[in-house]
């Protein structure tokens, strides 16, 4: 690839690390009330390079938190994480499931054949090998969050065109044995009571050797959306239970092997927890003709992962196997007696619900070797294999009062295979004491088959039209190419241009398939792969002791966009290469520690992300104009935090936590209709904690203590003019109560 120079730097805004971007691994081992302020801000350690290095020296965009500082802030989940990082937008689609916007960059046609825009990792098990959408990991007992904006396409893979997500788990202790345990309840302002238990024990089998972790948390998350047509208040409660264990075992000073296993399951009382307006879903209330609502949805987010990483150090370098096994299903029940008109029996009496899941199931290895400390040239090489599997089961069932249900096939949309493999590497070379250059290129080859079969429920619309299978092929270079300059020991200053890509998917084959074709001629069978590069310059640096100013501006180039599109007769979505889009922006973070209890915190980002040309459908209509903004990207956030830590007696340490963000509006879908804008957010939390090293932590917090309306999305019901609202919780009160042992 020929590397453009870079033709525009815009005037850099200002944004400082919400959430502290940096405290050293000894944070996660601090005593019940450690906050953020009791750590040293300078020696923070990151592998966002897949090796050992100090972010502040790191040439990229990079966000991190550790596990005492995200405990700390309240912050308990992925989609909380959106709120504190410049440039990121995260979504739940449902509880359980997100769609992530980094720099712009984010899904515009979302499949189970879909692989994600932004990449998603636990430890080395890269969940964005799964598909588009990712599951709300909790972050409670992790060791830091990091969060790589730009693409990443050399070390990280496909999917990774906006950047990368990182969470790295705390990993078994064999010197001594210890436990920690967190209980708590909260209240939602016109809803109900949920709670939270949390435990987890460390225990040594064999000093220096071999250790063993397990994790537990039990969470249930309060209602407040209720459904008139049902007679029901608080409906959209859900609950998430999760296990975790980790082995560690060190048998040499060289040999570091750590397997871990990770079960989570989400179940949503009412599925997506939308509303069609505050507080309630009532159709009719948008539209009078619309059907009453026959039956409560429900859907629920399966997690089972598995992974096994050696480290083997051969003194000058260390080579690295990393291994990971899961498993993910998305059991959902939708109702869709609002969607589907109903021929039989009263309306309201009658309903149409579609029971259905989708499965993904893959294996990954990757073997890689680095070298070892800071060298004249230091280096990372690696292969990577993936094979995945995916099927998407979708049925209609009719509730008819006069004949009771009927169960028929509607559609089995996708069965497809995967496999992949890829070789990359990575070199940093210093020219000079002050001057580097660093390159990396992976090279990445997929080979996909995917059967599609559509069967119409034979009572009511006749005999099934069959299946018929597509093959698809991807492959792509992602190079890069930074020179970084070293201007004094505090102060880097870098430029960077680099390239990321995701791979294409099938459309269930409906196109493929004659019977079907014929009805929906609009549809291709598949679509291919979408690129990104981008253009970035940077400068990191440390103003005085305790404190960091990080600058980045940067220029995105994103060709063959894998936008949605909806057949004419409005009934089933498919995803197809059209247009090309342009994002440009810049971050600013700055924060430190004001005095011995007191830090602060401030973050601005501005994003112009807009399609470059006219998008049309089959039938001429308009589905996206050119210069339309890329949904869910907020074109400014701002956010400021501070922590303060202080002595209440002896024994007492008091902390405060404050956090408040704004973003701007946002849109839903590529179309930019103003039935799916999300207004401009305002959020603000706070914490108010007490701890003493004997009997622990007790803490109060509020959050959205504003108690907005804000909507992270806007989803549209297919074919009855319905939008349902994915709206923030309400002002949510909570006590919890956390020690360590």
């Not at 209980?183 to 071999?210: E, F, H, R």
């Not at 979708?394 to 249900?405: D, L, R, Y």
């Not at 559609?411 to 990359?424: G, M, P, R, W």
């Not at 074709?517 to 690129?531: F, H, L, R």
């Amino acid at each position: 690839m020929k590397f453009k120079r870079f033709h525009k730097v815009a005037q850099i805004t200002s944004l400082v690390s919400l959430a502290i971007a940096a405290w050293p691994t000894v944070a996660q081992q601090a005593a019940p009330g450690a906050v953020a302020s009791d750590v040293d801000l300078e020696k923070v350690v990151v592998t966002s390079q897949k090796r050992l290095q100090v972010a502040q020296d790191v040439p990229i965009s990079l966000f991190s938190m550790t596990g005492a500082q995200l405990e700390n802030a309240g912050i308990t989940n992925v989609m909380d994480l959106g709120n504190s990082v410049a440039g990121v937008t995260i979504a739940p689609t449902q509880p359980g499931m997100l769609q992530i916007n980094i720099r712009g960059v984010t899904d515009l046609g979302s499949l189970i054949a879909g692989t994600p825009a932004n990449g998603f990792y636990l430890d080395e098990i890269p969940f964005s090998a799964t598909g588009s959408l990712q599951p709300d990991v909790g972050l409670w007992d992790v060791q830091r969050v990091e969060v790589l904006r730009g693409p990443q396409g050399t070390l990280f893979g496909e999917g990774s065109m906006g950047g990368t997500i990182r969470v790295i788990t705390r990993k078994p202790d064999s010197t001594e044995f210890s436990g920690r345990v967190s209980l708590g309840t909260t209240s939602v302002s016109g809803g109900g009571t949920g709670y939270s238990a949390k435990g987890s024990v460390n225990i040594p089998i064999q000093q220096d050797v071999a250790a063993i972790t397990i994790g537990v948390s039990d969470q249930k998350s309060p209602g407040w959306v209720a459904i008139p047509d049902l007679g029901l208040k608080d409906a959209n409660t859900s609950t998430q239970t999760a296990g975790r264990i980790a082995l560690r075992l060190t048998p040499s000073a060289q040999l570091t092997v750590d397997a871990n296993y990770l079960q989570s399951k989400v179940a949503n009382n009412s599925n997506f927890g939308n509303s069609t307006s505050p507080g309630a879903l009532d159709p009719r209330a948008q539209n009078p003709a619309a059907q009453k609502i026959g039956y409560l949805s429900t859907s629920g987010m399966n997690v089972d992962v598995g992974g096994l990483t050696i480290n083997y150090d051969f003194g000058s370098v260390t080579l690295v196997s990393a291994t990971s096994s899961f498993k993910t299903t998305t059991p959902y029940n939708r109702d869709l007696t609002t969607v589907v008109p109903l021929f039989f029996g009263t309306a309201g009496t009658a309903s149409v619900t579609s029971p259905s899941g989708d499965t993904i199931k893959a294996v990954t290895e990757e073997l890689r070797l680095s070298s070892n400390g800071h060298k004249q040239l230091d280096w990372t090489a690696g292969l990577y294999y993936k094979d995945d599997q995916r099927s998407r089961l979708e049925n209609w069932k009719f509730n008819i009062p006069a004949w009771g249900p009927l169960i028929e096939n509607s559609l089995d949309s996708d069965a497809s295979t995967s496999k992949a493999y890829a070789a990359f590497g990575e070199v940093d070379y210093a020219v000079t004491n002050t001057f580097s250059v660093q390159a990396g290129v992976r090279y990445y080859s997929e080979k996909k088959s995917d059967t599609g079969t559509q069967i119409t429920p034979t009572l009511i619309f006749g005999k099934p039209v069959g299946a018929s299978t597509s093959n698809f092929d991807a492959n792509n270079t992602s190079p890069k190419l930074s020179l970084n300059w070293k201007l004094t020991p505090d102060t880097l200053l870098f430029t960077k241009v680099s390239k990321g890509f995701r791979s294409g998917g099938a459309n269930g084959n409906f196109g493929n398939t004659a019977a079907v074709g014929s009805k929906y001629p609009e549809m291709p069978a598949g679509y291919g792969p979408e690129t990104i590069t981008a253009y970035e310059a940077g400068v990191k640096t440390s103003p005085a002791k305790g404190w960091f100013l990080n600058a980045y501006v940067y220029e995105n180039k994103w060709k063959d966009l894998q936008l949605g599109f909806v057949t004419h007769d409005g009934l089933l979505g498919y995803t197809e290469n059209s247009s090309s889009a342009t994002s440009k922006g810049a971050e600013l973070e700055l924060g430190g520690r004001v005095s011995a209890g007191l830090t602060l915190g401030m973050n601005l980002s501005t994003v112009d992300a807009k399609i470059d040309s006219t998008v049309l459908n089959a039938l001429g209509g308009v589905v996206a104009k050119a210069g339309n903004a890329i949904p869910l990207t907020a074109k400014t956030k701002f956010a400021l935090t501070a922590d303060y830590s202080f002595p209440l007696s002896d024994t007492l340490k008091g902390n405060i936590d404050a956090r408040y963000q704004m973003g701007s509006s946002t849109f839903s879908e590529a179309s930019n209709d103003p039935a799916v804008k999300n207004a401009s957010t305002s959020q603000l939390h706070m914490k108010f904690g007490v701890s003493n090293p004997q009997w622990g932590a007790l803490t109060i917090y509020g959050d959205n203590l504003l108690n907005r309306n804000d909507t992270t999305i806007r989803q549209r019901q297919v074919g009855v003019g319905l939008i349902y609202n994915v709206y923030v919780q309400p002002r949510t009160i909570g006590v919890e109560y956390s020690n360590s042992f």
